[in-house]
Protein backbone atom coordinates (compact mmCIF):
# COMPACT_ATOMS: atom_id res chain seq x y z
CA UNK A 1 0.00 0.00 0.00
CA UNK A 2 1.31 3.62 -1.12
CA UNK A 3 1.41 6.15 1.44
CA UNK A 4 -0.01 9.00 -0.51
CA UNK A 5 1.07 11.82 2.06
CA UNK A 6 4.64 11.16 0.50
CA UNK A 7 3.54 12.29 -3.22
CA UNK A 8 3.42 16.01 -3.14
CA UNK A 9 7.14 15.99 -1.25
CA UNK A 10 8.05 13.76 -4.28
CA UNK A 11 7.17 15.89 -6.80
CA UNK A 12 8.86 18.99 -4.99
CA UNK A 13 12.09 17.29 -5.21
CA UNK A 14 11.73 16.56 -8.76
CA UNK A 15 11.22 19.83 -9.48
CA UNK A 16 14.00 21.16 -7.71
CA UNK A 17 16.17 19.20 -9.94
CA UNK A 18 15.13 19.45 -12.56
CA UNK A 19 14.80 24.02 -12.36
CA UNK A 20 18.78 24.31 -12.01
CA UNK A 21 19.39 22.91 -15.56
CA UNK A 22 16.76 24.75 -17.38
CA UNK A 23 17.69 27.69 -16.09
CA UNK A 24 21.48 27.11 -16.51
CA UNK A 25 21.16 26.70 -20.57
CA UNK A 26 18.56 29.72 -20.56
CA UNK A 27 21.73 31.92 -18.83
CA UNK A 28 24.35 30.50 -21.13
CA UNK A 29 22.31 31.96 -24.10
CA UNK A 30 21.67 35.25 -22.98
CA UNK A 31 25.59 35.51 -22.08
CA UNK A 32 26.93 34.40 -25.40
CA UNK A 33 24.15 37.22 -27.55
CA UNK A 34 25.31 39.60 -24.41
CA UNK A 35 28.96 38.93 -25.35
CA UNK A 36 27.77 38.87 -29.03
CA UNK A 37 26.60 42.35 -29.02
CA UNK A 38 29.15 44.09 -27.11
CA UNK A 39 31.90 42.85 -29.90
CA UNK A 40 32.43 46.03 -32.38
CA UNK A 41 32.65 44.77 -35.78
CA UNK A 42 35.97 46.61 -37.47
CA UNK A 43 34.60 50.09 -39.26
CA UNK A 44 35.18 50.01 -43.09
CA UNK A 45 38.22 51.30 -45.23
CA UNK A 46 37.61 54.69 -46.24
CA UNK A 47 37.79 54.15 -49.90
CA UNK A 48 40.52 56.21 -51.97
CA UNK A 49 38.91 58.31 -54.31
CA UNK A 50 39.83 59.05 -57.91
CA UNK A 51 40.22 62.83 -58.52
CA UNK A 52 41.37 65.18 -61.37
CA UNK A 53 44.16 67.96 -61.01
CA UNK A 54 46.07 70.50 -62.29
CA UNK A 55 49.23 71.95 -61.76
CA UNK A 56 48.96 75.59 -61.81
CA UNK A 57 50.22 78.39 -63.60
CA UNK A 58 50.86 82.03 -64.49
CA UNK A 59 48.68 83.18 -67.20
CA UNK A 60 47.50 86.07 -68.79
CA UNK A 61 43.65 87.23 -68.08
CA UNK A 62 41.13 88.69 -70.85
CA UNK A 63 37.84 89.09 -71.01
CA UNK A 64 34.32 90.45 -71.94
CA UNK A 65 31.25 91.39 -69.92
CA UNK A 66 28.03 91.03 -71.84
CA UNK A 67 24.43 93.09 -70.91
CA UNK A 68 20.73 93.16 -71.87
CA UNK A 69 20.11 96.59 -73.13
CA UNK A 70 17.25 98.30 -75.48
CA UNK A 71 17.69 100.82 -77.95
CA UNK A 72 15.94 103.84 -77.21
CA UNK A 73 15.57 107.66 -78.60
CA UNK A 74 18.30 110.24 -77.67
CA UNK A 75 15.38 112.55 -77.00
CA UNK A 76 11.95 110.95 -75.55
CA UNK A 77 9.14 114.05 -74.41
CA UNK A 78 5.88 113.32 -72.82
CA UNK A 79 3.50 115.18 -73.90
CA UNK A 80 0.46 117.07 -72.60
CA UNK A 81 -2.09 119.86 -72.60
CA UNK A 82 -0.82 123.14 -71.29
CA UNK A 83 -4.99 123.60 -70.09
CA UNK A 84 -7.07 122.05 -68.05
CA UNK A 85 -9.91 120.15 -70.02
CA UNK A 86 -11.89 117.18 -71.18
CA UNK A 87 -10.24 115.17 -73.51
CA UNK A 88 -12.74 113.84 -75.98
CA UNK A 89 -10.41 113.09 -78.85
CA UNK A 90 -6.89 110.94 -79.02
CA UNK A 91 -6.40 109.82 -83.16
CA UNK A 92 -2.89 107.88 -82.27
CA UNK A 93 -1.87 104.67 -80.47
CA UNK A 94 1.23 102.86 -79.72
CA UNK A 95 3.74 102.71 -82.44
CA UNK A 96 2.22 105.28 -84.47
CA UNK A 97 5.01 107.35 -86.82
CA UNK A 98 3.91 110.74 -86.55
CA UNK A 99 4.87 114.07 -88.37
CA UNK A 100 5.89 117.38 -86.81
CA UNK A 101 2.46 119.24 -86.12
CA UNK A 102 0.10 116.57 -86.38
CA UNK A 103 -2.89 116.27 -83.84
CA UNK A 104 -2.12 113.95 -81.21
CA UNK A 105 -5.12 114.57 -79.08
CA UNK A 106 -7.86 117.16 -78.69
CA UNK A 107 -9.71 118.85 -75.28
CA UNK A 108 -13.45 119.93 -75.54
CA UNK A 109 -13.28 123.20 -76.94
CA UNK A 110 -16.41 124.80 -75.39
CA UNK A 111 -15.53 125.88 -71.96
CA UNK A 112 -12.49 127.47 -73.68
CA UNK A 113 -14.53 129.09 -76.24
CA UNK A 114 -16.41 130.78 -74.15
CA UNK A 115 -13.55 132.32 -71.86
CA UNK A 116 -12.43 133.43 -75.64
CA UNK A 117 -15.83 135.32 -76.20
CA UNK A 118 -15.55 136.76 -72.56
CA UNK A 119 -12.17 138.22 -73.19
CA UNK A 120 -13.41 139.80 -76.49
CA UNK A 121 -16.31 141.21 -74.67
CA UNK A 122 -14.15 142.60 -72.16
CA UNK A 123 -11.84 144.14 -75.06
CA UNK A 124 -14.77 145.88 -76.43
CA UNK A 125 -15.76 147.17 -73.28
CA UNK A 126 -12.92 148.59 -72.73
CA UNK A 127 -12.60 150.14 -75.67
CA UNK A 128 -15.51 152.07 -75.40
CA UNK A 129 -14.56 153.14 -72.12
CA UNK A 130 -11.11 154.22 -73.57
CA UNK A 131 -12.80 156.77 -76.42
CA UNK A 132 -15.57 157.73 -73.83
CA UNK A 133 -12.45 159.36 -71.47
CA UNK A 134 -10.46 160.45 -75.04
CA UNK A 135 -13.65 162.67 -75.93
CA UNK A 136 -14.21 164.01 -72.10
CA UNK A 137 -10.79 165.08 -71.98
CA UNK A 138 -11.12 167.17 -75.37
CA UNK A 139 -14.14 168.80 -74.46
CA UNK A 140 -12.91 169.64 -70.71
CA UNK A 141 -10.19 171.04 -72.19
CA UNK A 142 -11.79 173.29 -74.08
CA UNK A 143 -13.59 174.13 -71.30
CA UNK A 144 -10.31 174.69 -69.30
CA UNK A 145 -9.73 177.59 -72.39
CA UNK A 146 -12.11 179.34 -71.68
CA UNK A 147 -12.20 179.48 -68.00
CA UNK A 148 -15.47 177.53 -67.05
CA UNK A 149 -13.46 174.94 -65.26
CA UNK A 150 -10.16 174.41 -62.97
CA UNK A 151 -6.84 173.25 -64.00
CA UNK A 152 -7.40 170.34 -60.84
CA UNK A 153 -10.33 169.65 -62.78
CA UNK A 154 -8.71 168.94 -66.51
CA UNK A 155 -5.99 166.72 -65.05
CA UNK A 156 -8.58 164.18 -63.21
CA UNK A 157 -9.74 163.79 -67.03
CA UNK A 158 -6.66 163.25 -68.40
CA UNK A 159 -6.01 160.85 -66.07
CA UNK A 160 -9.47 158.98 -65.87
CA UNK A 161 -8.32 159.10 -70.33
CA UNK A 162 -5.12 157.28 -69.31
CA UNK A 163 -6.42 155.00 -67.04
CA UNK A 164 -9.07 154.18 -69.75
CA UNK A 165 -6.66 152.94 -72.47
CA UNK A 166 -4.04 150.93 -69.94
CA UNK A 167 -7.36 149.03 -69.32
CA UNK A 168 -8.09 148.58 -73.12
CA UNK A 169 -4.37 147.63 -73.53
CA UNK A 170 -4.86 145.00 -70.59
CA UNK A 171 -8.20 143.79 -72.44
CA UNK A 172 -6.49 143.01 -75.76
CA UNK A 173 -3.32 141.24 -73.42
CA UNK A 174 -5.92 139.03 -72.06
CA UNK A 175 -7.98 138.05 -74.81
CA UNK A 176 -4.65 137.15 -76.93
CA UNK A 177 -4.08 134.89 -73.99
CA UNK A 178 -7.23 133.25 -74.02
CA UNK A 179 -6.80 132.98 -77.89
CA UNK A 180 -3.52 131.27 -77.35
CA UNK A 181 -4.91 129.06 -74.68
CA UNK A 182 -7.70 127.56 -77.00
CA UNK A 183 -5.32 127.01 -79.68
CA UNK A 184 -3.88 124.62 -76.93
CA UNK A 185 -6.72 122.36 -76.46
CA UNK A 186 -5.27 120.94 -79.57
CA UNK A 187 -2.00 118.88 -79.08
CA UNK A 188 0.33 118.86 -81.57
CA UNK A 189 3.77 117.16 -81.84
CA UNK A 190 6.92 118.86 -81.43
CA UNK A 191 8.60 117.26 -83.64
CA UNK A 192 8.70 113.47 -86.18
CA UNK A 193 9.05 110.68 -84.38
CA UNK A 194 6.72 107.51 -82.84
CA UNK A 195 4.87 107.06 -80.19
CA UNK A 196 5.62 105.06 -77.19
CA UNK A 197 3.35 105.44 -74.93
CA UNK A 198 -0.16 106.41 -74.46
CA UNK A 199 -0.97 107.95 -70.97
CA UNK A 200 -4.95 109.04 -70.96
CA UNK A 201 -7.87 108.09 -72.45
CA UNK A 202 -10.64 109.76 -74.20
CA UNK A 203 -13.33 111.20 -71.54
CA UNK A 204 -10.39 112.05 -68.37
CA UNK A 205 -10.22 114.77 -66.93
CA UNK A 206 -6.82 116.45 -67.64
CA UNK A 207 -5.12 119.13 -65.38
CA UNK A 208 -2.44 121.50 -67.17
CA UNK A 209 0.34 119.22 -67.53
CA UNK A 210 -1.17 115.58 -67.29
CA UNK A 211 1.08 113.61 -70.00
CA UNK A 212 -1.32 111.94 -72.55
CA UNK A 213 1.86 110.51 -74.75
CA UNK A 214 5.33 110.01 -74.90
CA UNK A 215 6.90 110.78 -78.15
CA UNK A 216 10.85 109.82 -79.39
CA UNK A 217 11.60 111.64 -81.75
CA UNK A 218 13.34 110.84 -85.01
CA UNK A 219 17.22 110.93 -84.75
CA UNK A 220 19.95 110.04 -82.42
CA UNK A 221 19.71 106.06 -81.34
CA UNK A 222 20.91 105.34 -78.00
CA UNK A 223 21.73 101.71 -76.35
CA UNK A 224 20.40 101.74 -72.77
CA UNK A 225 21.75 99.21 -70.24
CA UNK A 226 22.69 98.96 -66.72
CA UNK A 227 25.89 97.67 -65.22
CA UNK A 228 26.60 96.54 -61.56
CA UNK A 229 28.15 98.86 -58.72
CA UNK A 230 32.27 96.93 -58.95
CA UNK A 231 31.95 97.35 -62.86
CA UNK A 232 31.14 101.52 -63.38
CA UNK A 233 34.28 102.46 -63.03
CA UNK A 234 36.07 100.63 -65.64
CA UNK A 235 32.32 101.79 -67.86
CA UNK A 236 33.46 105.12 -66.76
CA UNK A 237 37.20 104.99 -68.08
CA UNK A 238 35.63 104.28 -71.78
CA UNK A 239 33.00 107.21 -71.62
CA UNK A 240 34.05 109.43 -74.26
CA UNK A 241 36.29 106.25 -76.44
CA UNK A 242 34.92 106.39 -79.91
CA UNK A 243 33.73 102.59 -80.43
CA UNK A 244 34.65 101.36 -77.11
CA UNK A 245 31.67 99.04 -77.03
CA UNK A 246 30.54 96.62 -79.28
CA UNK A 247 26.28 96.10 -79.82
CA UNK A 248 24.89 93.16 -81.41
CA UNK A 249 21.45 93.98 -82.41
CA UNK A 250 18.63 91.13 -81.68
CA UNK A 251 17.28 89.47 -85.18
CA UNK A 252 19.17 91.92 -87.11
CA UNK A 253 21.71 90.57 -89.53
CA UNK A 254 25.37 91.72 -90.12
CA UNK A 255 28.09 92.82 -87.65
CA UNK A 256 28.41 93.93 -84.61
CA UNK A 257 27.48 98.35 -84.02
CA UNK A 258 30.82 100.12 -82.31
CA UNK A 259 29.05 102.23 -79.47
CA UNK A 260 30.03 105.19 -77.66
CA UNK A 261 29.47 105.76 -73.84
CA UNK A 262 27.90 108.95 -73.49
CA UNK A 263 26.57 109.26 -70.19
CA UNK A 264 26.93 107.29 -67.04
CA UNK A 265 24.63 107.40 -64.16
CA UNK A 266 25.41 109.48 -60.81
CA UNK A 267 23.16 107.33 -58.38
CA UNK A 268 22.44 103.87 -58.33
CA UNK A 269 18.60 102.49 -59.25
CA UNK A 270 17.25 102.59 -55.43
CA UNK A 271 15.40 98.92 -56.53
CA UNK A 272 18.12 97.21 -58.71
CA UNK A 273 21.71 98.90 -57.32
CA UNK A 274 22.82 99.01 -60.64
CA UNK A 275 23.73 102.19 -62.93
CA UNK A 276 21.99 103.15 -65.75
CA UNK A 277 24.76 103.27 -68.72
CA UNK A 278 24.02 105.43 -72.44
CA UNK A 279 25.73 104.79 -75.01
CA UNK A 280 25.88 106.54 -78.55
CA UNK A 281 25.06 104.38 -81.51
CA UNK A 282 26.43 105.41 -84.95
CA UNK A 283 23.64 107.12 -87.01
CA UNK A 284 22.58 105.02 -89.76
CA UNK A 285 19.39 105.15 -92.42
CA UNK A 286 16.07 104.97 -90.89
CA UNK A 287 14.80 101.34 -92.24
CA UNK A 288 18.75 100.29 -91.85
CA UNK A 289 19.22 101.61 -88.35
CA UNK A 290 18.09 100.40 -85.14
CA UNK A 291 14.90 100.37 -84.14
CA UNK A 292 13.40 101.87 -80.93
CA UNK A 293 12.23 99.62 -78.18
CA UNK A 294 15.27 96.90 -80.35
CA UNK A 295 16.75 94.19 -77.79
CA UNK A 296 20.45 94.30 -78.17
CA UNK A 297 23.66 92.53 -76.21
CA UNK A 298 26.64 95.29 -75.18
CA UNK A 299 29.86 93.48 -74.44
CA UNK A 300 32.39 95.33 -72.74
CA UNK A 301 36.14 94.13 -73.37
CA UNK A 302 38.06 93.76 -69.78
CA UNK A 303 41.72 94.99 -69.87
CA UNK A 304 44.51 92.14 -70.10
CA UNK A 305 46.12 91.30 -66.96
CA UNK A 306 49.42 89.21 -66.91
CA UNK A 307 50.70 86.66 -64.06
CA UNK A 308 47.33 85.44 -62.90
CA UNK A 309 46.06 82.27 -61.90
CA UNK A 310 43.18 80.63 -64.03
CA UNK A 311 41.37 77.47 -62.50
CA UNK A 312 38.05 75.87 -63.75
CA UNK A 313 34.97 76.55 -61.85
CA UNK A 314 34.64 73.10 -60.98
CA UNK A 315 37.52 73.56 -58.85
CA UNK A 316 35.62 75.95 -55.95
CA UNK A 317 34.16 74.78 -52.97
CA UNK A 318 32.58 76.89 -50.55
CA UNK A 319 33.92 76.23 -46.92
CA UNK A 320 32.87 78.43 -44.34
CA UNK A 321 32.00 81.38 -46.07
CA UNK A 322 34.83 81.47 -48.11
CA UNK A 323 36.08 80.17 -51.98
CA UNK A 324 38.33 77.29 -51.38
CA UNK A 325 39.99 74.41 -53.39
CA UNK A 326 41.64 70.75 -52.61
CA UNK A 327 45.76 70.81 -52.56
CA UNK A 328 46.81 67.33 -53.72
CA UNK A 329 50.61 66.47 -52.01
CA UNK A 330 52.19 64.85 -54.39
CA UNK A 331 54.59 62.85 -52.14
CA UNK A 332 51.47 61.29 -49.88
CA UNK A 333 48.45 61.78 -52.12
CA UNK A 334 46.56 63.23 -49.58
CA UNK A 335 44.57 66.66 -50.03
CA UNK A 336 44.20 69.86 -47.98
CA UNK A 337 42.11 73.05 -47.56
CA UNK A 338 43.08 75.78 -49.16
CA UNK A 339 41.28 79.34 -49.05
CA UNK A 340 41.50 81.84 -52.13
CA UNK A 341 40.85 85.08 -53.39
CA UNK A 342 38.40 84.79 -56.56
CA UNK A 343 38.86 88.63 -58.27
CA UNK A 344 36.73 87.72 -61.17
CA UNK A 345 35.65 85.23 -64.25
CA UNK A 346 36.46 84.66 -67.62
CA UNK A 347 34.34 82.08 -69.29
CA UNK A 348 34.29 78.93 -67.48
CA UNK A 349 37.17 79.66 -65.72
CA UNK A 350 37.84 81.83 -62.36
CA UNK A 351 40.54 84.08 -61.94
CA UNK A 352 42.47 83.52 -58.76
CA UNK A 353 43.83 86.47 -56.96
CA UNK A 354 45.45 85.01 -53.76
CA UNK A 355 46.25 81.76 -51.59
CA UNK A 356 47.77 80.19 -54.51
CA UNK A 357 51.23 79.75 -56.08
CA UNK A 358 52.32 78.40 -59.65
CA UNK A 359 53.86 74.75 -59.21
CA UNK A 360 51.00 73.59 -56.71
CA UNK A 361 48.76 70.84 -57.38
CA UNK A 362 44.45 71.39 -57.16
CA UNK A 363 41.69 69.23 -57.69
CA UNK A 364 39.59 70.10 -60.45
CA UNK A 365 36.79 67.03 -60.29
CA UNK A 366 35.24 65.57 -57.08
CA UNK A 367 35.78 67.93 -54.94
CA UNK A 368 32.74 67.86 -52.96
CA UNK A 369 33.66 64.03 -51.82
CA UNK A 370 36.80 64.73 -50.02
CA UNK A 371 37.80 65.40 -46.67
CA UNK A 372 40.97 67.06 -45.05
CA UNK A 373 43.87 64.49 -45.17
CA UNK A 374 42.11 61.79 -47.45
CA UNK A 375 43.99 59.47 -49.80
CA UNK A 376 42.71 59.83 -53.52
CA UNK A 377 44.75 58.60 -56.49
CA UNK A 378 44.77 60.42 -59.58
CA UNK A 379 42.39 59.47 -62.20
CA UNK A 380 43.33 56.89 -64.55
CA UNK A 381 46.02 55.49 -62.27
CA UNK A 382 45.10 51.78 -61.01
CA UNK A 383 43.99 51.57 -57.37
CA UNK A 384 47.54 49.98 -54.89
CA UNK A 385 46.70 47.01 -53.07
CA UNK A 386 45.41 47.18 -49.22
CA UNK A 387 43.50 50.12 -50.63
CA UNK A 388 46.49 52.84 -51.05
CA UNK A 389 46.43 54.81 -54.16
CA UNK A 390 49.79 54.50 -56.07
CA UNK A 391 51.35 56.95 -57.62
CA UNK A 392 51.08 57.27 -60.98
CA UNK A 393 51.62 59.94 -63.62
CA UNK A 394 49.37 62.87 -64.53
Wanted: glycine share 10%; hydrophobic share 45%; net charge positive.
Amino acid sequence: MVDTRSQPFLLRRNCRHERPAWRGGLGGLLLVALLAACTRSPAPAEPVRAVRSVVIGAASSAGRQEYAAEVKARTESRLGFRVAGKLVERPVQIGDAVRKGQVLARLDPGDLQLVEESAAAAVQAAAANAAQAEADLRRFRGLHEQGFISAAELERRATASTAARAQLTQARAQADVQASQTGHGTLRADAAGVITAVEAEPGAVLAAGTPVVRLAWDGPRDVVFAVPEDQVPLVRSLAGRAGALSVSLWGQPGGALRATVREVAAAADPVTRTFTVKADLPAAPSRAGPRIGQTAVVAVELPRVDGVIRLPLGALVEHQGRSSVWLLDPASLTVSLQPVVVVGADGNDVVIGGGLRPGQEVVTAGVHVLAAGQKVRRHGAAPASGGVAASAAR
